[in-house]
C-alpha cells in the first residue's frame, strides 16, 4: 500500500482533527454503497480506510514515522506489501473493535454505517426534492376601491407571460389573497399555484372600517342654518341626503345598506359626516348681521367641555 499520509491527502504534520476530516471526506466519497459495481472505487475505498486505521491510531502511527512498521500496520520484513488490509473478505468484512465499532472510527460508533446513513439521507432529499410540487408564485394586484368593494375582474400577466383575468370578490379588503390553481412554478411532483395578493388604492372620499364606508360632507353654513337636500357619493351612485336645519359641524348621518356588500341582500353602511365650511371671503353684510346677531344671542359651544 503506498504511504499514509498520501493515500489521505494529509503532511506527515497534520494533527488527529485533520486527519479525520480528510477521512471522513473520502469515505463519503469512495464508499461502495455509493459506488455500486465500482471494483477499483471499493479498492480505493480500502486503502483510504487502512490508511486511516494506521494514522488514526497515535502509537501505529509514531511506529509508522519510525519505520518500525510498514503502510499496514505489519512488522517490517513480514506481511507483503499486497496483503489485504481486511483479511481476505470484501469492504464489509473490516473487523470490529472491542468497543463495539470499527478500529479508529472517526464517527465514535456508527462508522461506515452512519456514513451510508447520512449519504442515503442527503440522496433522500434530493429524491424528495426531485419530486416535490413546483413552487408557489406571488403577485401584487391593485385595485380600485370602488372595485374592490363591489368585486369586478382584473387581468394579470405571469411571469410565464400568460395573461389571465381573475374575478375580484365583492367586499375584498387590503390583502386579501386569491389562489390559481396550477399557475405557479412548475416542478416534477406538479405545478405550484399563483397567489393574487390584492392592495386596494385609496379613495379620494371614501375610507372603509370592517364593513362600513365612512365620508366627510361638506356643508354650507346656509344649508347648515336653513337645512337642505344635498347629494353625496355612494358606491353605487348619487344619492340625496336631508340635513336638518340647524346641523352642526361633527353631526353624522347613517345611509344604511351603502356599505360593503356581505352578500346576498346583505351590505354594510354608510356614515356621513357633515362639516360646515366658511365661504372663501365673508360678505360684509353677513358680517354685519352677525354682529348684531351675537350682541343679542350669544352662546358658548364650548361650555359644555368645561373650558
Sequence with gaps: MRDPYQILGVEKSADAAAIKSAYRKLAKKLHPDVNPGRKDIEQKFKEVTAAYDLLSDPAKRARFDRGEVDAQGNERGFAGAGADPFGGGGWRSRPRSSSGGMGGDPFASGGFD???AEFMGQQRGRHKSANMRGGDVTYALAVPFVEAALGGKRRVTLASGKTIDVTVPPGTDEGHKLRLRGQGEEGAGGTGDAIIEIHVEP???FTRKDNDINLEVPVSLPEAILGANIKVPTLDGHVS?????????GTVLRLKGKGIPLGKDKQGDMFVKLKIVMPDTVPDDLAEF????????TYDPRKKLGW
Design 114 to 116: 452512519e456514513i451510508f
Design 203 to 205: 379613495h379620494p372620499y
Design 241 to 249: 341626503v336631508k340635513v336638518a336645519a340647524g346641523a352642526s359641524s
Design 290 to 297: 352677525m354682529e348684531k346677531w351675537a350682541k343679542k344671542n
